[in-house]
């Protein structure tokens, strides 16, 4: 991609990472072919990156999906060995195959902080956000390509402290995904079992260092995506001729940047009360199985550490939402052949959603003995936010309407999205009462929410986005056959395993019993519903593996595509080579149009890509300017 | 910041030394304040006014967001705005909580 | 393949790249404090409960006075230093840069004395919170001064060959550079006054 004229050739070695300081004597032009090292594993290109992310995250959400069928085992048949494969887990943690208490808060911490930090987040932000929002945008690469390439390093180092936290004497963190002190603080410590724990190489140490990598990463990312999309839009790209998918990107990135850093901070004390002996969580007279641990605390505060977390909690969930919203909102749009409805309010809802979603955390504290004008406040700012959510949903919903809909297997995800994220949503708002929530905190209610937004809804926007978008990146069609046996099941099923835990939440099932509930008088009539969820939850593992088999088989086998747009779609991704190469546009793009000009009435297509100029015949549409005013 | 002509830099870097002398002054002016040992909540206002006089002064001249692009100055509002949210907030729920029952 | 703005300003923006990288990132560290001292005024609130116990108060405030005016002189010497590269007066930048990374070192070495001082006389983090919090703020601001120093010195040492390939892009990456270290000088201009002067009063009416 030949630069600007106006641009001054960067010529710093910190610039592009290539060719400049060639200090070799070939012949040949500046271009020297990367070795495989750079060119797969420590490449600064964001599609590889955006792979690299993408295979990585999926290999933690199979790893998080293989905990919970551990714990759905254990929630059906209390008690009882898990066949087969009980044995392998050992004496301490599956003592003849049978699941300990311990072992069981560990299997619950884990598959929440795999899930949101190395599964879903990464794929969605770290992965599609990478891949696909360049080329949407017609930009060469990100504004950092280094910083990149740091930010999935980081990632993935603490990726591997996570996953190997469980192979630490004490194994893994056991205090939730949320990690509340004083539980934490006394959990994998030295000071109650010696000779088992180790004062550094124990769970809940390196699930916080693992957090400062993930956490690191994250800023990295964030930084990169807001400066690429603020900087290297192509030519005519104003910002209301973004797509959605860009636009969701970027709010996500300003959220990660500026929520996670609280976290981060709290992470530190945390670890400082564990390693330097500080008390910023531990409270004066904690007492511990009867005894008082004057030595290990005193005068700190664990709401104060609730505050910390759930700062970044909040936005963290908007976070896990808003990247399939956009993705969502690229399929609908494509297979419904007309623009999405209400774009523009759309993109203020983001845009006032993100911002809303840094004064609401304390939801998540009602609990905590917060007095009436404070749970005041954050009700209402928690009943505001509803509304910018809705408005996206419906938008979506109504894009439907009038369409001339093609149900392929993207289409089928991105369609069962909206009511799936719309019962996720409205199961929300009597969490968002403190009176309701009186009930229903901690209980399997909460854990029916905020599955429905996530399982059912951001991962099957996810997997709408995988195969949407895996033609541009292969040159090749997943299977259609194995999409269907992929999808149906898992809609049905996701239900199955999900909606029960409404029923039981409202009895006041709490979370995380390790039993599944079965030694109260009130839960008893309704224990069945542990079966019918963990006979869905091995039933929908089942229903992955079309899935998988699709995903690596396709990559040689599956149709080829027979241009470089297959879904005829307007967007700038779909203007590339299949697959794209360094630099990714052939030629600069240049933008005349908004992104979802899908039956434009006289158009010859039903379609009319971003950079394709309108002929003479038609109404001029508004040419391309180069803008050098603010706009 | 290619826009700078050598006199914009000249005068800036006297702009600069003017700066570091009122810092320098109100940083003294800070320990006097100290030093006589204001009554509350004088102490605490005194302070952290002279405080944010200095971090104001730094952001606006040696950081230049005074002539700084809208998008940095004011991505680094609302930045400012959620800092104060969260102190404020964390600090409000310290005080207005349900009365100890025992 | 180039990425575009690197060095020069995006028309509509006005901005290039790093300009715009810096100030997010800054922008992240505004929260991690904000979040530090979020803790700090919890915690110092939480240490009402025993009056007895003096929280606060017992740094060297002296020693403190002079770590901010050597900070806040290296945020003059190193916005001087952009200024004589812009200029293009490369033996000036030098001096400059010379003068804040030595600065740096000065904050650094009074900055571990005091820590010095505080453990040979059994001082340590965890002795009360108001030590918790002290250590851990001034130990996370120290780690950016080093931070800090290690990329202003790369640009001073590096300067020469920097300057002769490009010093439009040096003077932009100074720019960078001296922004991070505006926020240092930034942090401390909070924490003197916070830690050394105020924290042993009262926050609230009530507590008198």
């Known amino acids: 991609m030949k630069p600007l004229d106006h641009e001054e050739t960067d010529h710093s070695p910190a610039g592009d990472g290539h060719a400049h300081a060639n200090e070799h004597a070939h012949g040949h032009d500046d271009h020297h072919e990367p070795g495989f090292w750079q ?141 509340y002190p004083p539980l934490s603080g006394i959990a994998d410590n030295p000071m109650f079992k010696p000779d088992l724990y180790h004062v550094f190489f124990n769970g809940q140490t390196l699930w916080l260092v693992a957090m400062i990598f993930v956490i690191t990463s994250s800023l990295l990312g964030s930084v990169n995506f807001i400066t690429t999309v603020i900087q290297l839009r192509a030519k005519g790209l104003t910002w209301m001729r973004l797509p959605f998918f860009v636009w969701a990107q970027f709010i996500s990135a300003f959220l990660l940047l500026l929520a996670f850093p609280p976290l981060e901070a709290a992470a530190v004390m945390q670890l400082m009360d564990r390693l330097a002996g500080t008390s910023f969580f531990m409270p004066t007279g904690l007492v511990v199985d ?226 599944g509930g079965q030694v109260w008088e009130f839960t008893q009539d309704l224990l069945w519903l542990n079966q019918v969820m963990s006979i869905s939850a091995f039933l929908l593992a089942i229903a992955q593996i079309p899935f998988m088999i699709n995903l690596f088989m396709s990559i040689k086998f599956g149709k080829k595509v027979t241009s470089d747009n297959p879904w005829n779609a307007t967007t700038l991704e779909w203007a590339t080579p299949t697959p794209p190469g360094h630099g990714n546009f052939l030629k600069e793009p240049v933008v005349y149009r908004g992104p979802y000009e899908y039956s434009v009435p006289g158009a010859p297509t039903d379609f009319s890509m971003q950079n394709e100029p309108d002929p003479e015949t038609l109404q001029p549409a508004a040419a391309a300017e180069l803008p050098t005013a603010k706009h | 910041m290619a826009g700078h002509s050598v006199e914009e ?94 | 393949m180039e990425i575009p703005y690197t060095v020069s300003a995006r028309p509509d923006t006005g901005l290039w790249n790093a300009k715009i990288g810096i100030w997010l990132f800054l922008a992240s560290e505004v929260m991690l404090f904000g979040g530090l001292f979020s803790a700090f005024i919890f915690l110092k609130l939480g240490a009402v409960a025993d009056p007895s116990i003096k929280w606060g108060g017992d740094l060297n405030w002296q020693l403190g006075f002079v770590n901010t005016m050597v900070l806040i002189g290296s945020s003059v010497t190193v916005i001087m230093a952009w200024a004589e590269l812009k200029l293009r007066n490369f033996k000036k930048f030098q001096m400059y840069m010379a003068l804040t990374i030595g600065a740096s070192f000065l904050f650094l070495i009074i900055k571990g004395f005091e820590y010095y001082a505080k453990f040979t006389h059994g001082i340590f983090p965890k002795t009360s919170t108001f030590y918790s919090i002290y250590f851990t703020m001034t130990g996370l601001h120290a780690l950016h001064v080093i931070g800090g120093a290690i990329v202003l010195g790369y640009f001073w040492l590096a300067g020469r060959e920097l300057y002769k390939r490009n010093p439009e892009h040096l003077a932009n990456r100074v720019e960078v550079g001296g922004l991070f270290w505006h926020f240092v000088d930034l942090v401390w201009i909070f924490l003197f006054p916070i830690f050394y002067l105020l924290s042993s009063y009262p926050l609230t009416p009530a507590a008198h």
Request: hydrophobic share 55%; net charge positive.
């Open chain 1, 39 to 179: 060119k797969y594993i420590f490449s600064t290109d964001h599609k590889i990156i955006g792979i690299q992310y993408g295979f990585t995250a999926l290999v933690f959400m199979l790893i998080g999906f293989a905990l919970m069928i551990l714990m759905r085992w254990q929630l059906a048949n209390p008690g009882t060995a898990f066949p087969v494969i009980g044995s392998w887990f050992g004496e301490t943690y599956m003592p003849n195959g049978v699941m300990t208490p311990e072992f069981y808060n560990s299997l619950g911490a884990m598959h929440g902080t795999i899930m949101v930090f190395l599964a879903v987040v990464p794929l969605a932000f770290g992965a599609f956000g990478n891949y696909v929002m360049p080329l949407q945008i017609g930009a060469p690469d990100m504004a950092f390509p280094k910083l990149n390439m740091a930010s999935y390093w980081a990632y993935f180092v603490g990726g591997v402290i996570m996953f190997a936290s469980f192979f630490v004497p004490g194994g893994a963190a056991k205090s939730g995904w949320t990690n």
């Open chain 2, 9 to 102: 830099i000249h005068a800036a870097k006297k702009k600069f030394l003017i700066v570091f002398a009122i810092l320098a002054a109100l940083t003294v002016i800070t320990m006097l304040a100290h030093v006589v040992h204001l009554p509350y909540p004088w102490n605490w206002v005194v302070g952290l006014a002279i405080a944010v006089v200095k971090a104001a002064l730094v952001a606006a001249v040696f950081m230049h967001m005074v002539g700084e692009k809208a998008l940095i100055n004011r991505t680094m509002l609302f930045t400012v705005i959620f800092c104060i949210g969260l102190m404020l907030l964390t600090v409000l729920s310290f005080f207005d909580h349900i009365p100890k029952l025992f």
């Open chain 1, 290 to 515: 009867g005894t008082a641990v004057d030595a290990l605390s005193g005068g700190g505060s664990p709401l104060l550490y609730q505050h910390l977390f759930w700062f970044l909690g909040h936005p963290e969930v908007y976070v896990l939402i808003l990247p399939a919203l956009g993705i969502v909102s690229e399929i609908i749009a494509n297979n419904t052949r007309k623009p999405l409805f209400g774009y523009r309010m759309m993109v203020y809802s983001v845009v006032v959603l993100g911002f809303l979603s840094f004064i609401v955390w304390a939801h998540h504290m009602y609990l905590t003995g917060m007095g009436t004008k404070i749970s005041m406040f954050f009700q209402t700012t928690t009943m505001l936010i509803s509304i910018p959510s809705v408005i996206i949903i419906t938008s979506l919903l109504i894009s439907l309407w009038g369409g001339s809909i093609r149900f392929n297997i993207p289409m089928l995800f991105a369609t069962a999205f909206i009511p799936m994220f719309g019962i996720g949503g409205l199961t929300g708002l009597p969490l968002a009462f403190n009176a309701t929530d009186l009930h229903l905190h901690d209980t399997y209610y909460v854990i029916g929410h905020f599955h429905y937004v996530v399982a059912p809804g951001t991962i099957f926007a996810l997997f709408a986005g995988i195969y949407y978008w895996f033609p541009k990146m292969t040159g090749r069609h997943m299977n259609t056959f194995l999409g269907h046996l992929h999808f149906w099941p898992s809609l049905i099923l996701m239900n199955g395993v999900f909606f029960p835990m409404f029923i039981q939440g409202m009895r006041g099932f709490h979370r995380r019993w390790y039993d």
